[in-house]
Structures are given as C-alpha cells and as structure tokens.
C-alpha cells in the first residue's frame, strides 16, 4: 500500500456511509442518514439519445447497472451525483449548515487564500494567509490541511514539504524532502463525445 494503510475498500466504506444520504438505495454499501444527498436520473428520466446509447451498450456486452457501487461488475450505470432538487450540494453546504456556522468555536473566512504552513522543526504549528488583501497568521496545537488534490500539494511545496531538488531551485527552504509531492496526480480517463440530435432525442426537461 506505499504508507496508505487503512485507505482500501474496507477502511474507507464506512467513512462514505457516514457522509451520504443516499435518496435511492440502501444496503451495506450506501449510507441513508449523512449530511450529503446523494441521487440518480434513471431511465424513465433519460433522453431518446441516452436510451438508444444505453441499448447499445447492452448490446455491446456492457450491461445496465441501476446501482453502480453494487458489486464490481463491469457495465453502466446513472452517475451518482451530489445533488438535490436540481441543485448541487457541495461540502460547505452539506457540512456549514446555519446551526453549525453559528457554534462559537467556528470562524469562517471568505475570499481567503492559504499561503504558507509554519513548522516548528517537523511539527506544524499553524497557517499564514492572505484574507481580503491582507496577511494574517493564525496559531494552532492542531493544524488540519484539507486542500483537495490540486492545491494541498501546491501548499505543502510552497511550505517547504516536496522534492527538494525543485523547492532549492525556486528559492523555497526545505523542511522535509518528499519526492512525490506534486507528482502522479492521475485523474480518471473518460470520453466526451458529441452529437446533433433530432428533436425527440434531446432531454425535454432540465437535468443537472
């Protein structure tokens, strides 16, 4: 597992279940009372286009799956989208509802940008930011970075954590040399394809 004990199928399954609120299944492999709606347009809701490419995909050896997180078979499914009442619901929406914003030891900061970590030898001790156009640093026994994919690396290097060769070369001090930070980012492989479509083939209502 290269260091990542505890982030197999089995060791992050429960951590998903706590955080769905699945609207159309249930089972041991979806969650029905977390914070983030999760649901489906099925076929009744599909488009002439998307039925006719479902057909043809069925025919094709790749079967339709209603519930794609139901076992790993190959085939396809309607994608599981983070979404309710036409609307998107991002972290912040499910996690930062009204009670929660209101809870003393919460501080929300908007329109402000993580620059830098501050370590104390190899121990990270709290953040420096840039709010509003203005620096502030901020002090912390626990120091939590929850970037995302793109940006943690981009902060840890500007930290000083990453391939010390390259933070040398851009003047940034080391503090500890991680050669794969910032490297092998991999996103999922996909095809976008597009067409012009006959009137009955397009989707008569709007979809997310």
Request: proline residues 7%; glycine residues 12%; neutral net charge.
């Amino acid at each position: 597992t290269m260091g990542a004990d505890g982030w197999g199928w089995d060791g992050v399954l429960p951590f998903f279940r706590r955080l769905e609120r699945d609207m159309d299944f249930t089972g041991p492999n979806h969650g029905t009372s977390g914070p983030l709606p999760i649901g489906r347009f099925f076929p009744e809701q599909w488009s002439g286009f998307i039925k006719g490419l479902s057909e043809a995909l069925g025919q094709a050896g790749n079967e339709y799956r209603a519930d794609i997180n139901d076992g790993f078979a190959v085939g396809h499914s309607p994608i599981a989208m983070n979404s309710v009442y036409g609307r998107r619901v991002s972290t912040a929406m499910a996690y930062l509802t009204p009670v929660v914003r209101q809870r003393p030891n919460l501080t929300v900061l908007g329109e402000t940008q993580a620059k830098r970590l501050i370590f104390e030898g190899n121990h990270v001790t709290g953040v420096e930011v840039e709010t509003k156009g203005q620096a502030a640093t901020f002090r912390a026994r626990h120091v939590i970075v929850t970037a995302g994919a793109l940006h943690t690396p981009a902060l840890l290097m500007r930290s000083g954590v990453g391939p010390g060769e390259h933070l040398g070369d851009m003047g940034i001090p080391v503090v500890a040399n991680v050669a794969g930070i910032g490297r092998n980012l991999c996103n999922h492989p996909f095809v976008a394809l597009s067409a012009y479509l006959t009137p009955e083939a397009r989707i008569d209502r709007p979809l997310s």
